[in-house]
């Protein structure tokens, strides 16, 4: 038998040439095996916008804690146990927290989480809470305690790990890569959710990088999508109380608002917005149509499309990635709790044939 690897192999090793890494940070790494996440083909979104286009779902709520922020985290927990850190912080809709707690986890570094009260997925919190960070939940909205975040940072010797933390970034354009890896060229539209806006910033840079480094031929235009009550760059102003069913994505003023703004422009893309019915009209289409589960922030990104496909916006026989960012599970509350979920029964076969509808 060949020997097994003994590491895991995850983002950084496997782009280090396009990484800022130095060979101390090697030697650093703590990884998860991120990354190298599936793209998958969706014949039943092109066949209900009726539109012969190739649309593919980079499911990144494969990625070890469910979400892409793996991919930025591995990249910033490494830098701060390279730089001698101790200890993380960071402001959380739910999904930065279960990553930064668990890679904080493996690393043997403190963990520290500000969460909006009353506003995070379970399956989130649990993943924080599970991997010994310290939750505590601010009686405000993300954007407070982002604040509340940078202020601590500042003052007291801890790595800041929110997307304003440039390996975040960093680590979060691989995404790009391995789509371009994977369809042998950068796709002509890519589609993806804006929250705090580092993610588009991220796929933005790593397809401008690859196209330089000649690895793809060309730019795709990029199509960021904000939930209707939390749509400060379609508005063009803060929102002051975010609202929408998306939790990941309710923000009201994110930290790489401009960086967004320059990938829509560059890109000759666009930013718009989604109404939360049309975030979970596409929730659902994936998951009962495509058999992807991801949570309702990811499903922004396909409602995006969906709503730009009604307009006529997109060219027969175009590529078309969509990002999905987490995993339904994140949400278990949000996904029981249509009318249609849950019946239940007596264990006599009459009732559950009658449930079944098939009577003869
Ligand atoms: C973080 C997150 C987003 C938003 O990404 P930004 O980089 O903040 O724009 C969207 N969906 C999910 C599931 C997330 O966890």
Known sequence: MKKPKERSIGIIERYQKFLPVTKKTLECIISLNEGNTPLILSEALSKHIGLNVRIYYKFEGLNPTGSFKDRGMTFAVTKAIEEGRKAVMCASTGNTSASAAAYAAR????????VPEGNVAKGKLSQAFR????????????????????????????????????????????????????????????????????????????????????????????????????APIVHGHPIKAPE???????????????????ARDESNGLIDMVTDDE????????AEHDGVFCEPASAASVAGLIKLAQKKYFKEETTIVCTLTGHGLKDPDLALSFDDSIVSAEPKIEEIIKIMDMET
């Open 107 to 114: 690393a043997g570094l403190k963990c520290f989480v500000l």
């Open 131 to 230: 991997h010994g960070a310290q939750v505590v939940m601010v009686k405000g909205n993300f954007d407070e305690a982002l604040e509340l975040v940078k202020e601590i940072t500042a003052k007291y010797p801890i790595q800041l790990v929110n997307s304003l933390n440039p390996y975040r970034i960093e680590g979060q354009k691989t995404a790009s890569f391995e789509i371009c890896d994977a369809l042998g060229d950068a796709p002509d539209y890519h589609v993806i959710p804006v929250g705090n806006a580092g993610n588009i910033t991220a796929y933005w840079k790593g397809y401008k990088e690859y196209f330089k480094a000649q690895k793809s031929s060309q730019l795709p235009k990029m199509l960021g999508f904000q939930a209707a009550g939390a």
């Open 244 to 262: 929408t069913v998306a939790t990941a994505i309710r923000i009201g003023n994110p930290a790489s608002w401009k960086q967004a703004e320059q």
């Open 279 to 286: 975030i979970i009209a596409a929730y659902r289409f994936l």
